[in-house]
């Protein structure tokens, strides 16, 4: 009797434990500024904000930037990330501890020799649980704010982080267009995606298309936050909150205020997986027939392209594809090889390519007299394994 009592106990418990806990987000839409004075009243108005939130509240999102809602100068952005970006993490901080809820919110992160565009995670008691790090940054971040981008250029699994049972994971901004990314971001069945975005050109029924993709292939609730260009633009703006099926559940548009949404982040999308199979995440319906040799090189041996090789690079030089691919396994960058013109180059060329495609530098030596037709047929090879940009020649 005893046993049955524990057994049905645990049940109950599993029952309690698994039973569906509905939660509250809020993301937060600021207005950006187009001058100083624009700029200084949009972040105070955010401050507001975050003053007005309460404990009805289970996370807060706010945008990318966030200490900088608007436009600036070179020095102008700096200067304003350090004038207003302790002030809008204490805040954040503050928020949190007060309301017992999350608050994630894009700012700089200056606490490195040289600042990252970074994602801050404040847990309820106001603790800083974590911190990510946005993998793709547009040109104008590191080449005109000079943030830092080298660790973008390594291997990272997805951020992946488990609160109070809930995974998140997340997105910063120009994150979103690089689809890839998310078949491996649901391989880790996060539960939600946090989106802090700047995005500012794109038009509303764009964002939407990106924003219900998103949720759609990850199998996650996306609760994205972003800046309004002006309460009468069709572009950018779209902070909003999507559930799995890809269906809005709520979006500020181009509305300076913020949108409150409840959502169960453990009710997943299940689909009909076809020929009788049970129904399916769609990433796990996805995964049985992925055909990854199909498409363009990734993955974690892929080094950055020529363009942003570094210019002192281990070399080795072959003919042989075994030692060629011994080099790049024990960590040679550029490795060469040649091909003659008068003999059949091509066969060559495709077993170099199919296995070492962006796994290193490729100095290629072309010899004797290459026509026209086949310069053309040699890059056409090089473009069926993607390799343009890891591919520079020599000719003697």
Same mark, same amino acid.
């Not at 350090?82 to 805040?91: A, C, I, W």
């Not at 995606?193 to 764009?206: A, E, L, N, Y």
């Given at each position: 009797?005893?046993?049955?009592?524990?057994?049905?106990?645990?049940?109950?418990?599993?029952?309690?434990?698994?039973?569906?806990?509905?939660?509250?987000?809020?993301?937060?839409?600021?207005? !950006?500024?187009?001058?100083?004075?624009?700029?200084?009243?949009?972040?105070?108005?955010?401050?507001?904000?975050?003053?007005?939130?309460?404990?009805?509240?289970?996370?807060?999102?706010?945008?990318?930037?966030?200490?900088?809602?608007?436009?600036?100068?070179?020095?102008?952005?700096?200067?304003?990330?350090?004038?207003?970006?302790?002030?809008?993490?204490?805040?954040?901080?503050?928020?949190?501890?007060?309301?017992?809820?999350?608050?994630?919110?894009?700012?700089?992160?200056?606490?490195?020799?040289?600042?990252? #565009?970074?994602?801050?995670?404040?847990?309820?008691?106001?603790?800083?649980?974590?911190?990510?790090?946005?993998?793709?940054?547009?040109?104008?971040?590191?080449?005109?704010?000079?943030?830092?981008?080298?660790?973008?250029?390594?291997?990272?699994?997805?951020?992946?982080?488990?609160?109070?049972?809930?995974?998140?994971?997340?997105?910063?901004?120009?994150? !979103?267009?690089?689809?890839?990314?998310?078949? #491996?971001?649901?391989?880790?069945?996060?539960? +939600?995606?946090?989106?802090?975005?700047?995005?500012?050109?794109?038009?509303?029924?764009?964002?939407?298309?990106?924003?219900? !993709?998103?949720?759609? #292939?990850?199998?996650?609730?996306?609760?994205?936050?972003?800046?309004?260009?002006?309460?009468?633009?069709?572009?950018?703006?779209?902070?909003?909150?999507?559930?799995?099926?890809?269906?809005?559940?709520?979006?500020?548009?181009?509305? +300076?205020?913020?949108?409150?949404?409840?959502?169960?982040?453990?009710?997943?999308?299940?689909?009909?997986?076809?020929?009788?199979?049970?129904?399916?995440?769609?990433?796990?319906?996805?995964?049985?027939?992925?055909?990854?040799?199909?498409?363009?090189?990734?993955?974690?041996?892929? +080094?950055?392209?020529?363009?942003?090789?570094?210019?002192?690079?281990?070399?080795?030089?072959?003919?042989?594809?075994?030692?060629?691919?011994?080099? +790049?396994?024990?960590?040679?960058?550029?490795?060469?090889?040649?091909?003659?013109?008068?003999?059949?180059?091509?066969?060559?060329?495709?077993?170099?390519?199919?296995?070492?495609?962006?796994?290193?530098?490729?100095?290629?030596?072309?010899?004797?007299?290459?026509?026209?037709?086949?310069?053309?047929?040699?890059?056409?090879?090089?473009?069926?394994?993607?390799?343009?940009?890891?591919?520079? !020649?020599?000719?003697?």
């Amino acid at each position: 009797m005893r046993r049955i009592l524990l057994s049905l106990a645990a049940l109950l418990f599993a029952v309690v434990a698994g039973h569906a806990v509905p939660m509250k987000a809020r993301v937060i839409q600021p207005l !950006f500024a187009q001058d100083q004075a624009g700029l200084d009243k949009s972040f105070e108005w955010t401050l507001q904000e975050l003053r007005e939130c309460d404990s009805s509240l289970d996370m807060v999102v706010l945008p990318e930037f966030s200490e900088v809602p608007g436009k600036t100068s070179y020095e102008g952005f700096l200067e304003t990330v350090h004038r207003y970006g302790p002030t809008l993490l204490d805040e954040c901080a503050r928020t949190a501890r007060r309301c017992s809820t999350l608050v994630f919110v894009g700012a700089i992160d200056t606490n490195w020799d040289v600042p990252r #565009n970074a994602l801050f995670i404040f847990g309820r008691d106001g603790s800083l649980l974590g911190k990510y790090y946005k993998q793709h940054l547009t040109a104008g971040e590191w080449q005109k704010y000079g943030l830092d981008k080298s660790y973008t250029e390594e291997w990272s699994e997805p951020m992946i982080l488990d609160i109070e049972g809930v995974r998140y994971a997340f997105l910063i901004c120009y994150d !979103f267009y690089f689809y890839e990314a998310y078949a #491996n971001i649901a391989r880790w069945k996060p539960d +939600v995606i946090i989106g802090s975005s700047h995005q500012r050109s794109d038009p509303h029924h764009v964002l939407d298309i990106i924003d219900m !993709f998103c949720a759609y #292939n990850t199998g996650a609730y996306l609760v994205r936050a972003s800046v309004s260009m002006g309460k009468k633009s069709k572009n950018g703006g779209c902070s909003c909150v999507v559930a799995p099926t890809g269906k809005i559940l709520g979006n500020l548009y181009s509305k +300076v205020k913020s949108l409150d949404v409840t959502f169960d982040p453990h009710e997943k999308y299940r689909k009909p997986a076809g020929y009788g199979n049970p129904p399916a995440l769609h990433s796990e319906y996805i995964e049985i027939g992925r055909r990854p040799w199909k498409y363009r090189p990734g993955g974690s041996a892929i +080094v950055p392209p020529l363009s942003e090789a570094p210019a002192q690079r281990s070399y080795f030089y072959s003919d042989d594809l075994g030692e060629l691919g011994a080099a +790049v396994a024990t960590g040679t960058q550029e490795i060469g090889f040649s091909l003659d013109a008068s003999t059949d180059w091509e066969p060559v060329l495709r077993a170099i390519l199919q296995k070492l495609s962006c796994h290193a530098i490729m100095n290629i030596h072309l010899k004797g007299v290459w026509t026209e037709s086949a310069r053309e047929r040699l890059l056409y090879v090089i473009d069926l394994y993607d390799a343009r940009q890891h591919v520079y !020649f020599t000719e003697s």
